[in-house]
């Protein structure tokens, strides 16, 4: 049955983090080639290419690709208040993550109760679904890196949420079907088959129209965003690349 497509769908979107239709780049336009890591004094961004690979920005410093780069007072400035107002603004962006966890989360629950499961797997269900709901709060809590919510990652967790939660689900269901079958109803047993197919076709996007209440979040991130962008205008690597750490279309 495809159930399972279904937990894989609402777990990778877990597991990433992502928020789909109403993540950063389509409601406030802002992207980013690099990867950002925060350490204690100081921020790094890396990706594969183009140079420079390696952003280093310190207190009131700046290193590319191991090369440090000659700051004026004003943009010594400019990086102590960019370091400063990233950091205040990854909480915020966490908690945006922490509440569409638990959208999705209620979500499956919400679409699980949709296939009458016996009482039983509905509490065993219940227990899985808070454990996983745990774990990926502290998770998203802990996390320092965007490098932690890459897609094998993400694939490694949604692979742990189907593995935990599948088995039990389609062995309910599967019990029901051959329940039916057995008592010549070969009628429900289809029914049953048919219903778990049609969950996973369109959970996707009833998760995304769910998950819609989260842009007033995203939209108040914005301005903190364009700000930053506008703090690093104009700063170029060692190789006078300009950095483009942050960039806000229209």
């Not at 107002?85 to 909480?91: D, G, T, Y």
């Not at 219940?126 to 965007?146: D, F, P, W, Y």
């Not at 364009?226 to 300009?242: C, I, K, T, Y």
Request: aromatic share 2%; proline share 4%; net charge neutral.
């Amino acid at each position: 049955m495809r159930i399972h497509c279904l937990l894989a769908v609402a777990a990778l979107a877990l597991a990433c983090g992502d928020v789909h239709a109403q993540d950063l780049s389509k409601v406030c336009h802002a992207t980013s080639s690099y990867d950002l890591t925060l350490q204690p004094g100081r921020l790094i961004f890396d990706r594969a290419a183009p140079a420079p690979t390696r952003v280093v920005i310190g207190a009131g410093s700046l290193q590319t690709d191991g090369q440090t780069v000659p700051l004026n007072e004003e943009d010594q400035d400019r990086l102590v208040l960019f370091q400063r107002e990233l950091r205040a603004l990854v909480p915020r962006v966490k908690a945006v993550a922490q509440r569409g966890v638990d959208l999705s989360l209620q979500a499956i629950a919400q679409e699980s109760d949709t296939l009458n499961l016996d009482a039983d797997t509905r509490a065993q269900l219940q227990q899985r679904l808070q454990a996983e709901a745990v774990e990926l709060h502290q998770r998203v809590a802990a996390s320092q890196s965007t490098h932690d919510w890459h897609g094998d990652t993400a694939n490694q967790y949604a692979n742990k949420v189907i593995g935990d939660i599948a088995p039990l689900v389609a062995s309910a269901l599967g019990q029901q079907a051959l329940s039916a079958a057995m008592s010549g109803d070969l009628q429900q047993a289809a029914t049953l088959r048919d219903r778990a197919a049609n969950l996973a076709d369109g959970f996707q996007p009833r998760l995304q129209q769910r998950l819609q209440v989260l842009r007033p979040q995203i939209q108040a991130l914005c301005p903190d965003i364009q700000r930053l962008a506008q703090l690093q205008d104009g700063l170029r690597a060692s190789n006078g690349r300009l950095l483009n750490l942050v960039q806000v279309g229209q």
